[in-house]
């Protein structure tokens, strides 16, 4: 600075000050932020070992006596043994959909010439932007109006007894996961393919001139190199499907197929006044993803920081 | 020449062959619905059978119409509007804040606090929600700290007259006191005549000297000042939580992709506005936020398509009440398929959330151009 020549010790201690100053407002910044972030989930574990009466005396302390018994009452009351499953199914296997399908499909476009990759590519990408939860009633429609069409057919060449009864797309697992590999697809699809854009295509053209079929490519060549951009989408995607709730909402209907997030909106509509067993539903909820993050907050950060984001 | 057809014939097989099963399901799941939620916001299909039922046919922009007439139709767009509002003004500038405190190691540990605020945004907003919707409750935490400090500041009021009333002496001007320090309306709805009443009710009651304790609580409960918050169940408060608990959910995304983004930028560029002398607001506004440019318009690209597909956190916290101030057009979208039952109604509300996304969408690229971003 101009005065460094000087160095008036008043004007450096005015400086040190301000910097000083500064430095705590920044952090207290910081620190309310993220306390506002984490403080209310930590008060809710804290509740949740509350007995309902404890909680209507105290609300913000911590339990004079902890009541862990909230867990197994909610636990039973909630069915969460069925919706837990039938998350896990969901989020598993509707993830793999999403990694197998965007793979292949990321390899066509971006190392096998066609005229059809600019409209089929930018139809992906523009799925990525479109709002899905406004399409959960056209959705619902077509889901049981394909199960009536598919019901009737079947049941006039005698395979079924009763048309009505046939759900093959609503109300079925299957539809579920159908539903959730193809909304996952454009954003996976959009990171892959960018992904095999970056790897040389003179790889490709060589094995293809040793003989090697596309399948032969993209098993042992293209893959093996995506391993790390597989694995983010992957970790990604599952949150989103665990998560999800406005189409499940509407396309299942039966409780033994319903997902986590189903079962706590359930659990609350019918508990809400039995604080202590709602508390402990909430934490049942939220603990495999947080778990999950603990576990993959690396990747996940990374797979944010890509604009891999899905508000 | 025919081993290059079969190649081309090849090439082309296993191009679809890799990309059709992905591309059948885009069908299935946007592609097909949009067209046949187009098909139907047009007809006057009433439910059922929809091929080989009860006939139905095109009737043309008619629900349209109905639609824009619809008082409620507008408040759903007014709030999904303010919704992209607090996402793109509260969010986006908020995780450039922060990001930006982390990236200059204005705060040390700043992969602990991204990893915090990060949280809320990986945990169901169904759980968040109905969470959010207990803190803001008229019997919730809030209210509870907030009554405390309430009867904390009436306790010490009440000690303080009777300790200057010298041993408890209940005059006129006691008991002025004493209603003063109470809440106004509950003293007019509890007496005709105050000060003549309560007068009366504390001598025939006996409170004196041994009892003060239980002359306060007794005044606490009669008329003492209570605060009973109700965010949520009243109409124009409602949406105020639902946009605060919008901005802190998502806050941290946003923190990671600028903090990654500004981690990119030329240490050397930096490190000479320093040497010369620059200071954090000028390296801030200068620098990194015209070198995120690019990244900003397309945080505010997702964050509006982001907006638009709220749903669940709204279903969760009020499910669209109070008298439907609340909703979100899809929201009201559901509402009128599944309560109204009227497909073709609802569908044309899905066509403009479409749209409106679209609109939005559409204008930040044309800001984008307009005011520069690179990539």
Known sequence: MMDNAITNPAIEAVKKTLAAVGKAIAYAVMGVFALMAIYPIIWLFINSFKSTPDYRIDKVGLPPVWYPQNYGGAWDIGEFSTFIPNSVIYTVVGTMGVVMLASLAGFAFAKIRNKATGPLFGSFV???????????????????QFDNVLGRLLAGIHLIGKATDFHFFYNS???VILVYVGSGLPLAIYLITEYIRGIPTALVEAARIDGASYFTIFRRIILPICVPIVTTVAIVTLPNIWNEFALINIIVGK???QSLPLGILRFSGSLSSDYGKQFAALVIGLL???????????????????????? | MTSALRTRREERLNYWLFSLPAFILYIF???FPIILSTVISLSDYKGGQMFGGEAWRILGFRQYGVLFSDPAFWMALKNNLYIVLISVFGQLPLGFLLAYLIFRKIVRFGEFWQGILYVPAIISVIVLGIMWKMIFASDGPIADLINQAYMGTFKNALHHIVDASGGFKVTDDFVRQVLAAGDPKAVATLFGQPVAELKDYIVTSGFDMSNVDAFISEMYNLFAPKWSPEFLTRQDSAMIPILFVTLWCWTGMYLILFLANMQKIDSEVLEAARIDGANEMQIAGHIVFPSLSGVIFNAAILCIAGSMNTYALIYAMTGGGPMNVTEVLSIYMYRTATLGVNYPLSNAIAMVIIAFSFVLIGLTKFAEKRFGGKE
């Open chain 1, 288 to 311: 495999p993803m947080l778990v999950f993050y603990m576990i993959f907050h690396k990747q996940i950060t990374k797979g944010v920081s890509g604009g891999a984001i899905k508000g």
């Open chain 1, 126 to 144: 523009l799925g990525i932007l479109l709002s899905l939860s406004s399409l959960m009633i056209p959705l619902f429609l077509q889901l049981s």
């Open chain 1, 255 to 257: 409780t033994e197929l």
């Open chain 2, 29 to 31: 799941v946007f592609a």
């Open chain 1, 173 to 175: 697992r299957i539809g």
